[in-house]
C-alpha cells in the first residue's frame, strides 16, 4: 500500500503520539507498505520507502485550523491524494480516509480544562468546529480509537456510525518496561535515596492534565502513620515550583520529590510501591501499561482511556474522577498498610494484566483493518 500520513510534526524520538508515528510509520514500512508523511517538521531522513511533503506553517488564532487548510492544499495539488491507497491522519483534518484520534475530544476538554467563558474563544470555535467536521462520516471514511471510552464519546457528540470506529488499545513494548527482581528494586531504590520509604510515583509531562495537584492533595490526607513514610516521586519536565509552594501550604513539601525528566522510567516505576496517577481526561495513557508491566500497580481516574484495563483490586484500582481526594487518599493509605506478600500479589496481577498488549498486535490489527478498508473502496469503485 501506498499511504500518506498526516501528522503536524513528525518527530521520532519524542514523547506520546509522537512515538506512536515513529512505530507506525517503521512497523509498516517493514511490512512492505511505502509511506509519505505530510507535516510542517519532518525530523528524520527521506528514503526509498519514506519520503516527505513539506506543509507550510500555519497562522493566525488557531494553528490547527491553519494546518488544515495547508494540508488539505498540499493534498489537492497536482492531484497527490489520488496516488495513495490511504490517506491516514493522526491529527484534526478532512477530508481523509482513516483519522486516529491521537488528542483528547476538544469537546470533553473543554469544560474540564478551561473557564465556562473558553467556548466564546474564536481558537476553541474553530477546533470544535474542525473537530466536527472531522468526525463526521461524509469526511472521514473510518475512525481509530484507542479505547472505548473515546468512542463512547465520539458516538454520543458527533453521531459518528459505530460501526466504522475501531477500538485498537496501545501496545507495549516489553523489552523496556519489565519488573524486577527483590535485588534490583531494591538498589534502584538506594539509588534514589528512598530505602524505607513507601513510594508513589507520578509521571507526566504535563502535571496540571494529569493531576498533580490532586495527588498531592491526597498524600495530605493520608492516615498520619502512612503519610510519616510516603514518599510522591514525581517524575517529568513540568514546572515544580507551583505544586512545591502548594505542598508546603499543605504540610507535605517533605513528602515530595521531584527528579525532572528522565529517559530510563523503568529505574522509577520499579523504584515505586504504588503509581498514583489522578488524570483528569485523556485518550488512553501508557504510563498505565508500563506502570503495571513494572510490576506496580495503579491508581488512577475512569476519565483516561487506560482504566478500562484496570480490574479494581488486582492491577490497581480507580475512583471516578480526580477531585475525589478523600476516596484516592484510603486507597493509598490501606494499600500502603497491607502485608508485603499482599503487595507481591498486586505487583504479580500488574505485570500480567499487560501480557496481550503488544505493538506487533496493534499493528497486525491496525494493517487488517486498512487492507479491508483498501479492498471494499474497490470493491465500491467497480459497482
Known amino acids: 500500500m501506498k499511504i500518506a500520513l498526516i501528522r503536524k510534526k513528525y518527530l521520532p524520538g519524542r514523547g506520546g503520539a509522537e512515538k506512536v508515528a515513529e512505530r507506525f510509520v517503521k512497523c509498516f514500512i517493514e511490512k512492505g507498505h511505502e509511506i509519505t508523511i505530510l507535516s510542517e517538521v519532518f525530523n528524520a531522513e527521506e528514503t526509498k520507502k519514506l519520503h516527505w511533503v513539506k506543509v507550510p506553517r500555519g497562522k493566525g488564532f488557531s494553528k490547527t485550523s491553519s494546518f488544515n487548510r495547508h494540508v488539505q492544499n498540499c493534498l489537492n495539488k497536482n492531484d497527490l491524494r489520488s496516488q495513495f491507497d490511504i490517506v491516514y491522519s493522526m491529527c484534526r483534518t478532512c477530508p481523509v480516509d482513516i ?113 498533580l495537584k490532586e495527588a498531592i492533595k491526597a498524600i495530605s490526607k493520608l492516615d498520619p502513620d502512612v503519610r510519616m513514610k510516603t514518599t510522591l516521586m514525581v517524575v517529568g519536565g513540568d514546572k515544580p515550583q507551583p505544586y512545591i509552594k502548594m505542598a508546603e501550604k499543605l504540610g507535605v513539601a517533605e513528602n515530595l520529590f521531584f527528579t525532572g525528566r528522565q529517559k530510563n522510567m523503568r529505574e522509577y516505576f520499579i523504584a515505586s510501591d504504588l503509581f498514583l496517577y489522578p488524570s483528569h481526561y485523556e485518550t488512553f495513557g501508557n504510563v498505565v501499561l508500563e506502570a503495571n508491566a513494572c510490576g506496580v500497580p495503579v491508581v488512577t481516574t475512569r476519565q483516561i482511556g487506560a482504566a478500562e484495563v484496570i480490574k479494581e483490586n488486582s492491577n490497581g484500582f480507580l475512583v471516578t474522577a480526580p477531585d475525589r481526594i478523600n476516596r484516592l487518599a484510603e486507597i493509598v493509605s490501606a494499600y500502603a498498610k497491607l502485608p508485603e506478600d499482599e503487595h507481591v500479589k498486586f505487583a504479580a496481577d500488574a505485570v500480567a494484566s499487560t501480557r496481550d498488549f503488544t505493538w506487533k498486535k496493534h499493528i497486525d490489527d491496525l494493517e487488517r483493518i486498512f487492507l479491508n478498508y483498501c479492498a471494499e473502496k474497490e470493491n465500491a469503485n467497480q459497482k
Do not use: D
Open 99 to 211: 483519522f486516529r484520534i491521537t488528542e483528547q475530544l476538544h469537546i470533553e476538554w473543554l469544560p474540564l480544562g478551561y473557564s465556562c467563558m473558553a467556548k466564546f474563544n474564536p481558537r476553541h470555535r474553530s477546533i470544535l468546529k474542525l473537530e466536527k467536521k472531522t468526525l463526521s462520516s461524509e469526511n472521514t471514511g473510518l475512525v481509530i480509537a484507542n479505547s472505548k471510552l473515546i468512542k463512547k464519546q465520539l458516538v454520543k457528540h458527533y453521531k459518528y456510525p459505530e460501526n466504522k470506529v475501531h477500538v485498537l488499545y496501545n501496545g507495549i513494548n516489553h523489552k523496556l518496561f519489565y519488573p524486577a527482581e527483590p535485588e534490583e528494586k531494591l538498589e534502584a531504590r538506594k539509588k534514589l535515596h528512598i530505602t524505607g520509604r513507601f513510594v508513589c510515583m507520578f509521571a507526566a509531562g504535563n502535571f496540571k492534565i494529569k493531576g
